[in-house]
């Protein structure tokens, strides 16, 4: 007979023998599983595209946008989405850097397509952190954060690139350097400035495609462009086709690696030169310019379906926005005249501080993890892609990268918003002018616009206007009624959060860091603005 002693050890036994076996299966799995797969990232970036131009960001736009409309549908649209610059080449740093532009030696204005490069090979940008996680990382399109041409002789192109014969020291024949493949892309094909600054040359992979033999120039009224040499290859009607061929055909590519991959399409439109390809003209029944546009939304139409044909739509995410606000040269007047405002209901446009210089539209679709249909009113900015992808792709960003970034992951769940960490942002015009926004005040620190509206810096009675401006965002969108004579605890507290900000050489967490020196030295003007600021 067994003893009940005898049965409790056998069953003992047992129950041990199956717990050790079902953790050492517990343990094979984890070890066996495999890990999430990161996302695909699309960065459409557009040129001088209003906030008011695409219809779910404007109720009584007149351009016709359904692709990208739906693209908002199908993921999160942002109301309060900003640029860190009114104008391209500052943004494109930021967007990039995930560091404000005027950290830069750019304190003003735009980059011409024979300037220096603007990043310096040691600075982390998104393309060269999304390697570090094993992204294979493209750009397709306008650079306008200068490079390197090789040069016949000496050290210098010879001019600044404004005027037809500052290009004829450059040797076409030879790479640049200092180039897209410099910080971090492995493929690289675009042309150097905005499509109306010469050279109209594409460079792939840092080796020009042709030898211009040419010279081109347009003088019409939406398709002009500055005279210059010009590729054989290079088509102005023809650049913004041919960008989304080069995008598709890597998305293609792509779509049969295991590999994540990252496509930075800055595109040069709808900017000057205005040319919708034929079959486009006259659509809109609005003028060139939205003609442009409703060409763009059908490309962001066909970046869609391809997605969905390579079966990699779920876990792509696909960012579309704009560089700043739309250009005078889309003619505001016309568009006016139809019932159509770039701006919508906002002051001002392009190169401004006002909101129409910097306000953009911002959707971002991934339909693996962000739910469809949804609207955020958070501000954020364009240098917050950066910290993005570090949370995407579970990095640690140093205390030297991204100082101006904060991470919108956060904002892609509504059960985490509150994690979303900006708590201000810092606006600049094509002057160099500051803005800060907290919450629903916004300090401007100049009379004016900063930049190509009324009242212009240049102005004959700007001097007779108050130096700062204080606008309540919640009350009066369309910053019409400076309250800073009524709030000066305000704008005593934003002015200070601003030079903090600018000294401290972040406003991320992080050590204090250095601001780069303005090129060649020169003063940075527009800080003297704190020194002795005139509030009558």
Known sequence: MFTYKFWCIILFTAVCSFLIIGCKDNVEQKKTAAPEKLPNIIYVLTDDLGYGDINTFNENG?????????????????????????????????????????????KQGVLTGVSKALIPNDRTTAASLLKRAGYNTSFV??????????????????????????????????????????????????????????????????????IPQKITVDKGKYT???????????????????????????????????????????????????????????????????????????????????????????????IFTSDNGCSPQADFEILGEKGHDPS???????????????????IVSWPKRIQAGGISNATICTTDFLATCADIANLELKDNEGEDSFSMLPLFSKDKIDKYERKATIHSSINGSFAIRKSNYKLVMSAGSGGWSYPKPNDKDI??????????????????????????????????????????????????????????????????????????
Request: net charge negative; proline share 7%; glycine share 8%.
């Open 62 to 106: 007149k351009i016709k946008t359904p692709h990208i409309d739906a693209l908002a549908a199908e993921g999160l649209k942002f109301t309060d989405a900003h640029t860190s610059s009114a104008v391209c080449t500052p943004t494109r740093y930021g967007i990039l850097t995930g560091r404000y532009n005027w950290r830069s030696p750019l």
């Open 141 to 210: 399109g306008k650079w306008h954060l200068g490079w390197d041409w090789a040069l016949l002789e000496g050290d210098s192109v010879g001019g600044t690139g404004w005027n037809p014969t500052d290009y004829k020291n450059i040797d076409f024949s030879k790479p640049i350097t200092n180039g897209p493949k410099d910080v971090g892309f492995d493929y690289s094909y675009g042309h150097s400035g905005s499509l109306d600054m010469a050279p109209y040359v594409y460079v792939e992979n840092s080796i020009p495609t042709s």
């Open 224 to 318: 002009w462009w500055r005279e210059g040499p010009t590729g054989e290859d290079f088509k102005h009607e023809d650049v913004t086709p041919n960008f989304f061929r080069k995008s598709f055909s890597y998305i293609e590519k792509q779509s049969e690696s295991d590999t994540p991959f990252f496509l930075y399409l800055a595109l040069p439109s709808p900017h000057t030169p205005i040319l919708p390809t034929e079959d486009w003209f006259g659509k809109s029944n609005l003028n060139p310019y939205a003609d442009f546009v409703m060409q763009i939304d059908d490309y962001i139409g066909k970046l869609k379906a391809l997605l969905e044909e390579k079966g990699i739509a779920e876990n792509t995410i696909v």
């Open 344 to 362: 919508a209901i906002y002051r001002g446009h392009k190169a401004d501080i006002y909101e129409g210089g910097h306000r953009v539209p911002f």
């Open 463 to 536: 001097e007779t206007l108050p130096q700062i401006q204080l606008f309540d965002l919640s009350k009066d969108p369309t910053e019409e009624h400076n309250l800073y004579s009524e709030k000066p605890e305000v704008v005593e507290e934003l002015k200070l959060l601003l030079k903090n900000t600018i000294d401290n050489g972040r406003s991320s967490k992080g050590s204090k860091q250095s601001n780069d020196p303005n090129f060649k030295d020169a003063e940075w003007k527009q800080l003297l603005v704190f020194e002795n600021q005139n509030h009558e």
